[in-house]
């Protein structure tokens, strides 16, 4: 069944990897390449999930995180993190943010595709 | 117009005024605001010098002589260049001891010798007590001739009964006056700062009247509003008389030279200088513009003294009226009558001012130097219980009127006689001879006890013989022949011309021989003998007093005393309540919480003394610290060695507080580099993370997509190559990162190679076109060169500077927008050095991050877009042209875009091969 997912994340050729896997589960993808005008896309089109880098321009990964997490209407969205900072304490910070997975960079495709299938299950 | 009661009542108004001053000056004192403690009232306190000698004398004697007045100016003057060593070492030493007298000062250096300091008082009194009477005479004769205005007429020397003669007032006067100035307490070395501020205000007032006469009696002889002066020409007469002073002559030269050292002697050693230069001092640094201020001041009132006595001379031609009085009989002859009144106002404040001061500090060595110790010895060494304070204070009252009914006796009796005419220069003299003692005592350790009071003695008869004996002469009460023929009629010892030496006049006869003889004596009864304990101590304290700051008396003591009796004996002089805080303050200084838990060693009993010698002076202090204390005689031997460990721990503690210095500075180093190396580890931290961040970056994208190559082989054909072609350059920037971070790593930790060669910029700037001709060409930008054409020479590494500049070029090429870039390369020399730079017309940089972008990994996004690249092309850029001696630095253009530009210091264009 076709999900809406939003990439947002700064490094092109991550996107293009991340937008043909996603694709190629059949979901409908839109991209942002900086963390305001990700949130910007999360208020306005409401995905079912969003793939979420850290280190970004402008509004950083955490910062887009909590804004959506403090905004109820917001609250279906599932959020997978990925992040090259491949530290514990960032994971852990992540995940108390309220994110609903956290990968390292560089990830698997197959556990990706996998984690979100698992996360888009448990939003219906 | 001017009356007997006016003149009085001006006299007690202004003496009113003076005590006044004192008054509010002590007030001050006691709040901590000294008045006193100011250069400029320290050097007019030293014109007490100038007494009423002068004011009335100089006319005088410039009338008889001519410019003879001059030397007893001159000798000051010339003195006072050398107050930097000789006066700056007699302040710091009476400060240290608690000096506070001439005979004191003398007696401390010789061993705290009690005969010594009896002695230069017994001198001192016999030589000043007739300067006194000059004073004495002075202000009553001023006064009766002031009366008589507006005649001109001369006093004679009545004999009237005491009750009516002016003079007898005058001395009860100043006697009551001088016990409210000077023995309001007992501590003398506390300084009477009241007497100070009268003194220095009395030395303005004198100063005026002198001038303002001087300035009339000028006006008149340049016919400018001044009165009318007869005129000289025609009067063979008055012209001999004038001839001294018209044709001025400084033979007979050794005249010259004596009475200017006597005068120099006397500045610093009449017991009254002595007083306001060194025991009144409140700051050594005032002496600095004592230097030239006193005798700026002896210059002001010499000024005028010439023109006066011409003026005098030939207003009273007829002799009649005596030159001394010129500066009064002047006004009056002249009519005019305020300034008279103010002239006997100056004349007043010049006497005052010497008996104030010449008789404290009289009244101080009598006290402290004769009449202590001779009760002292009555006492047995052991005093009365009784307030000796106040009975010091009483001796010294009683001392101060004896002084000044001394003074009036010898006027009473010496009257109009010659021996009260030149006792200036004589009473000079007899000072003169603490000269050898005093000086050579702060400049030679060799000095002993015997040696200064057979000096004195020697010197002292001499001069009794030389000069006094034959003043008495002249006075008619010894037979005139004694002066011709010596005693018993052995001429070669006839008082005025000893051992056959004629032609001198008589007071450079006296001062010859008496100096002589009192030198002689020092040295040769001195050299009798090595110095012991006591006297080697004292020398050390004396003569090295400009090495130390702060001079103290080394702790040379030993044996058994009681704190306890050593504050009663300290109370009973200086009272309860001075006594504790005294003992409270030493304590403090020596980490004891209370006096009384001080330990009963050397430097409390030191202590003692010291505090004692302030009220009772050096020698008594001593007996009488003796009186209550045990002590045992210290060898000279021992006393060496005790300065001897006195000055090693002071150059140990020296070297201690050297090493501490140092393991401060070590401490704080070791500090500093802790705190760089904490630093580096934070950098080294945030390196590690940031190459960690960059590293993972591209194998992220390079996993992706060779699991998505790998897991579906049914990809389309074409996004197979674009994505094989990420892959490629993925593993590009990966491979380019771990050379930059190499190559960084390499330059910041110094082991890169450098190769140093002249290179010209003008060929590194093609080279690195070349370079980055295909990303230029691709993006389809152009480039403008704007390059000097002189070979821009430098030294350096020209394969380092080409990775600059294609790191420059680059950059610039990635952020000029696609088609429409243009860049521009200008090479131009600024100053000693070669520019290069580098300007594109992209978006330009944010001001705020100017200079971030040289940090590594700090990349200027581009329209929010991740520019590529790995961040460390500029940190490296920087890396290497600060290397070679340049600098690099990031600007905007005026129009758009960011300009990137780097200087280099010029090489000379002939080494390049």
Redesign the interface.
Known sequence: MSKRILIIDDEPNIVISLEFLMMREGHEVRVARDGESGLAAVRTHRPDLVVLDVMMPKLDGFAVLEAVRADPSLAGTRILMLTAKGREAEQNKGLALGADAYMPKPFSTRSLVDKVKELLATAD | MITGPLIIGVSFAYLGLLFAIAYWADRRADQGRSVIAHPTVYALSLAVYCTAWTFYGSVGRAAETGLGFLPIYLGPTLIALLWGSLLLKMVRVSKAERITSIADFIASRYGKSQALGGLVTVIAVIGVVPYIALQLKAIAWSFTILQHYPEVRMPDHSSLSFWRDTAFIVALLLAAFTILFGTRQLDASERHEGMVAAIAFESIVKLTAFLAVGLLVTLGFLGLNGPELPSVVGDERLASMLEPLLQPSVAPSQDWFAISLLAALAVMLLPRQFQVAVVENSDERHLRRAVWLFPLYLLLINLFVIPIAIAGLITFPEGGVDADTFMLTLPIAFEQPWLALLVFIGGLSAATGMVIVETIALSTMVSNDLVLPGLLRRWGGRPPAADLGRLLLNIRRGAIVVVLLLGYLYYRFAGEAYALVSIGLISFVAVAQFAPAVIGGLYWRGGTREGALAGLLVGFLVWMYTLLLPSFAKSGWLPPVFMESGPGGVDILAPLALFGLVGWNEITHGLFWSLTANVGAFILISSLRDPNATEAAQARIFVDALRQRHPTSAPLWRGSAEIAELMALAERFLGVARTRDAFANYAASRGVAAPTELPADAGTVVFAETLLSGAIGSASARVMVASVTEEETLGLDEVLDILDEASQIRAYSHQLEQKSQALEEATAELRAANLRLTELDRLKDDFM?SV???L??????????S??LY??PEIPLEQRKRFLG?LV??TERLSRLVNQVLDLAKIESGHADWRTEAVALQQVVEQAIAATEQLIEDRGIQVRLDLDSRPAVVWGDRDRLVQVLVNLLSNAAKFAPERTGCLEVRLFPVAACWRVCVADNGPGIPDDQLDLVFEKFRQS?IG???PAGTGLGLPISRQIIENLGGHIWAENRPVKGANLCFELPAHSAETLD
């Open positions: 993370s960690t961040h960059e993972r970056t591209p194998l992220a994208s390079i996993r992706a997509f699991e998505i897991d579906d990420i350059s993925e996004s929010g877009h991740k």
